[in-house]
């Protein structure tokens, strides 16, 4: 087992709800000295302040990550150019930079090029989330059980990978290293289609509800309930997801059409065999969900408190 690694300083460029979990899991576990706290809006950063989320609160990112060994940008993904760019002359030699965006080859493109000699640039991807936001949202159990992907570049150090990779396991995440084209393909269909159709499903079932919205709501079964709650994800985030994992997307996309075509030709003809045969396969591809510890097999219609949880809400 990997040593529990300790920074002394680490930044934390936005503190949304994988942020706040992290500065609490950090506090909690005593991993750094000092917890560097930035966002943009002043309301926020107050917000965070009155949470004691950390040991230091700045607007500025250049001021957050001065001498930070390690800096982790938790802001939506297409602000990370901009933000690699504003901090690039202040971070420190030997600092670990990383990520928790849900997309990866974006990442490198924007932020790689605006990376000094002697810093060791890690993106990474905690696969754990709810579908709340804001500092307020974030609780130090998030990452208990679940993934984080890590996707380096080519020629990063692999004691700086390691001491990263010790980092989220320290706070209960198990770790894989991945190439991030693949990343993006295997979240495509993980994560990224399933927002995205319950996006849309939501949104169609509001262009019927002109007449019925009553009916529409009252009326809401488990399944439609479930969809209700991805769709209630952070929309600027999943806006940029959509916008920088675009090829992967509409790869899955086309897949899930030509799938979705089949099934209706199967319902349309009266193929019960046919049906139950996909069925079938699916459900079992749901139990090995629950059998890899992703789920737990309670039905838990209600969505009780803290129950629910969207595995890439970032």
Request: proline share 4%.
């Given at each position: 087992?990997?040593?529990?690694?300790?920074?002394?300083?680490?930044?934390?460029?936005?503190?949304?709800?994988?942020?706040?979990?992290?500065?609490?899991a950090?506090?909690a576990?005593?991993?750094?000295?000092?917890?560097a706290?930035?966002?943009?809006r002043?309301?926020?950063?107050?917000?965070?302040?009155?949470l004691?989320?950390?040991?230091?609160?700045?607007?500025?990112?250049?001021?957050?990550?001065?001498?930070?060994?390690?800096?982790?940008?938790?802001?939506?993904?297409?602000a990370?150019?901009?933000?690699a760019e504003?901090?690039?002359?202040?971070?420190?030699?030997?600092?670990i930079?990383?990520?928790v965006?849900?997309?990866?080859?974006?990442?490198?493109d924007v932020?790689?090029?605006h990376?000094?000699?002697?810093?060791?640039?890690?993106p990474?991807?905690?696969?754990?989330?709810?579908?709340?936001?804001?500092?307020?949202?974030?609780?130090?159990?998030?990452?208990?059980g679940?993934?984080?992907?890590l996707?380096?570049?080519e020629?990063?150090?692999?004691?700086?990978?390691?001491?990263?990779g010790?980092f989220?396991s320290?706070?209960?995440?198990?770790?894989?290293?991945?190439?991030?084209?693949?990343?993006?393909?295997?979240?495509?269909?993980?994560s990224h289609?399933?927002?995205?159709?319950?996006?849309?499903i939501?949104?169609?079932?509001?262009?019927?509800a002109?007449v019925t919205?009553s009916?529409?709501?009252?009326?809401?079964?488990?399944?439609?309930?479930?969809f209700?709650?991805?769709?209630?994800?952070?929309p600027?985030m999943?806006r940029?997801?959509?916008?920088?994992?675009?090829?992967?997307?509409?790869?899955?996309?086309?897949?899930f059409?030509?799938?979705?075509?089949?099934?209706?030709?199967?319902?349309?003809?009266?193929?019960g065999?046919?049906m139950q045969?996909?069925f079938?396969?699916?459900r079992?591809?749901r139990?090995?969900?629950?059998?890899?510890?992703?789920?737990?097999?309670?039905p838990?219609?209600?969505?009780?408190?803290?129950?629910?949880?969207d595995?890439?809400?970032e």
């Open positions: 087992m990997a040593e529990t690694p300790h920074f002394q300083r680490i930044a934390l460029i936005g503190i949304g709800l994988i942020g706040s979990s992290i500065a609490r950090v506090k576990l005593g991993l750094a000295d000092e917890i706290v930035q966002t943009r002043e309301e926020t950063l107050e917000r965070a302040r009155a004691d989320l950390g040991t230091s609160y700045h607007l500025s990112a250049e001021d957050a990550v001065e001498g930070a060994d390690l800096v982790i940008l938790c802001a939506p993904v297409g990370y150019g901009a933000i504003t901090i690039s002359g202040a971070l420190k030699p030997g600092a930079l990383t990520d965006g849900s997309v990866k080859e974006y990442v490198v932020v790689a090029p990376v000094p000699d002697g810093v060791h640039f890690i990474g991807h905690p696969i754990a989330g709810t579908e709340n936001s804001g500092p307020d949202a974030g609780f130090p159990e998030l990452f208990v679940r993934w984080c992907i996707t380096p570049v020629g990063t150090e692999e004691t700086a990978i390691n001491k990263l010790a989220w320290a706070m209960g995440s198990a770790v894989e290293v991945m190439e991030c084209k693949h990343h993006d393909l295997v979240l495509a269909i993980t289609l399933p927002h995205l159709i319950a996006y849309n939501v949104g169609t079932a509001d262009d019927l002109g919205k009916e529409v709501i009252k009326f809401s079964a488990s399944g439609f309930r479930d209700t709650r991805i769709a209630a994800s952070d600027v999943w940029d997801v959509f916008l920088t994992n675009r090829e992967a997307v509409l790869e899955m996309l086309g897949r059409s030509e799938d979705l075509s089949a099934l209706q030709r199967m319902v349309r003809n009266g193929d065999p046919g045969a996909l079938t396969r699916t079992d591809i139990r090995n969900i629950i059998e890899a510890g992703q789920d737990t097999p309670m838990d219609f209600g969505r009780g408190a803290g129950a629910s949880k595995d890439d809400a």
